[in-house]
């Protein structure tokens, strides 16, 4: 069994959870972010993550963890989060993707260790959210009201020692803010997301660096 991700996707984070929290054996392969040809090949468009077993392909990054919850254990990731948190991640996103997307392109991701990958996911971003150097420019606005936004977070964070699909969604985004410099998250969040990174084994990019 194959997962084939990029490090910086959050739902490619969602799809390796299982993994390390159900103990699930699988060899996760990193594509560059400008290989289109891999996946179209295996699900017919340009998406990650991708699930090869003997079944074939599936993309998807729920389907691929419902899929996983069944291999091992009871279930334990259902169908809806607590309203709370869906909440918190519609009202939170787009400040969050303002300060993470122009900061993704990263060689700490293996994915961009490619200066041709680093092209090719700034063009197509820049088409989406906008020029990364007026994104940049608004970092300290932008950190002030995501902080904000992580103190609302605390009264409604899962049990870090539990595993739910809370987790699945929630983690990804946290672990994606650990690429801006200068955010401070509150102690509990700090916590959770230290925590889910152990438990997972998906280290947060101050560990990523440190490995490079």
């Known amino acids: 069994m194959k997962l084939y991700v990029y490090d910086h996707c959050p739902f490619c984070v969602r799809a390796r ?10 060899e996760t392969v990193f594509l560059p972010n400008h290989d289109e040809e891999t996946p179209i090949s295996m699900i017919g468009a340009k998406m990650l ?7 074939g392909h599936m993309g998807e990054s729920l389907d691929i963890v419902h899929k996983l919850d069944g291999l091992a254990g009871p279930r334990l990731f259902g ?28 060689p ?67 672990r994606g803010l650990t690429i801006v410099p200068g955010l401070t998250m509150p102690d509990a969040v700090a916590a959770y997301t230290h925590r889910m990174a152990d438990r997972t084994g998906l280290p947060l990019v101050a560990e990523l ?4």
Request: proline fraction near 10%.
């Open 79 to 106: 169908e809806d989060p607590t309203p709370a948190i869906a909440d918190w991640l519609r009202q939170a996103n787009s400040a969050i993707n303002t300060l993470v997307i122009p900061r993704t392109p990263d």
């Open 209 to 212: 660096r440190k490995a490079a």
């Open 49 to 55: 993550p991708i699930l090869e077993d003997a079944d």
């Open 17 to 26: 959870m299982p993994l390390g929290l159900k103990g699930i054996d699988a």
């Open 108 to 174: 700490v991701y293996p994915e961009f260790r490619d200066p041709e990958a680093v092209a090719y996911f700034t063009a197509k971003k820049e088409a989406t959210f906008g020029d990364f150097d007026e994104l940049r420019a608004m970092t300290e606005a932008t950190i002030a009201e995501v902080e904000a936004a992580l103190e609302r977070l605390v009264p409604h964070l899962p049990d870090p020692e539990g595993a739910s699909i809370d987790d699945i969604l929630l983690f990804p985004v946290l």
